[in-house]
């Protein structure tokens, strides 16, 4: 798959764009922006990014015989990719996934995705990956509770198109591998694989307890990661009950301390 680069002044939201005109961009089209007025997270979310200082951008991939069941791996090598791209690029090796896939470096946020499929029959049509990667921004006003920039974190500004080359090009690099081992039906054994990184990775893999929000039952309670399933979801074991629990997103939700993350 080859990266192609589209280079907008100024946007709303580079996913919204994508989705608009996916039909005439061919897989690997990265469409970023320096600046993103409307840029989103999920559900009702707005993505912080000063002008200029940040990466905002959208990756359209077309995988040609992905089963829609396995869309779980699109999210896993887009966050394992995200990983190993800022890492080439800045030497930083303590980044971690917050489940589902949020950047995390420490208890700090780095960078969110947000994924949109498109389903054809049995298997996914297009995939529209956004991405908000806090580069060199020093200063954040929003009320999101614990921004970081990659700046912040070195002592210095970075060259954005070296950063978003950088992560690009991991990226696309999985996303390939998921597309060649599903053409090859080895997704069994990729799967395998892929959540073995991708548990290495996570936030709070650790075997300690860490406190969590049951959103649903309304409950906080201790917990630790015992899993990620196929399709994503998390399994915790409650302290409190020594029962697994399952939670698919948005179901349960992180604390520190009293705040939500």
Not at 23 to 38: E, I
Not at 52 to 58: A, D, I, P, V
Not at 130 to 154: K, W
Request: glycine fraction near 8%; charged fraction near 20%; proline fraction near 4%.
């Amino acid at each position: 798959m080859k990266l192609r680069y589209v280079k907008l002044d100024e946007v709303p939201s580079t996913n919204t764009y994508v989705k608009e005109y996916a039909a005439s961009l061919a897989s690997g089209t990265v469409v970023y922006t320096p600046c993103q007025t409307a840029g989103r997270g999920w559900a009702t979310n707005r993505w912080e990014s000063e002008p200029g200082k940040n990466l905002s951008f959208t990756i359209l991939f077309k995988p040609t015989a992905l089963p829609a069941a396995s869309q779980w791996l699109v999210s896993e090598a887009v966050a394992i990719g995200l990983i190993g791209g800022i890492r080439r690029v800045t030497g930083l090796d303590d980044l971690k996934i917050k489940w589902p896939n949020d950047i995390y470096a420490g208890d700090r946020k780095l960078a969110g995705i947000l994924i949109e499929n498109t389903i054809t029959g049995e298997n996914l049509g297009h995939c529209v990956i956004g991405v908000g990667l806090n580069v060199n921004q020093s200063v954040f006003v929003s009320d999101a509770p614990n921004p970081v920039s990659l700046c912040q974190l070195l002592g210095t500004e970075l060259d954005l198109d070296e950063v978003l080359q950088s992560v690009c090009g991991e990226i696309l690099g999985l996303l390939d591998t998921v597309d060649d081992e599903a053409n090859k039906n080895n997704l069994p054994l990729l799967s395998m694989v892929s959540n073995t990184a991708y548990m290495r990775h996570l936030y709070r893999n650790d075997s300690e307890p860490h406190p969590w929000e049951d959103v649903a039952a309304g409950r906080r309670f201790d917990g630790i990661v015992r899993e990620v399933t196929s399709d994503g979801h998390l399994v915790l074991e409650d302290i409190a009950t020594r029962e697994c629990r399952t939670f698919a997103f948005k179901q349960v939700k992180h604390l520190i301390g009293d705040i939500i993350i």
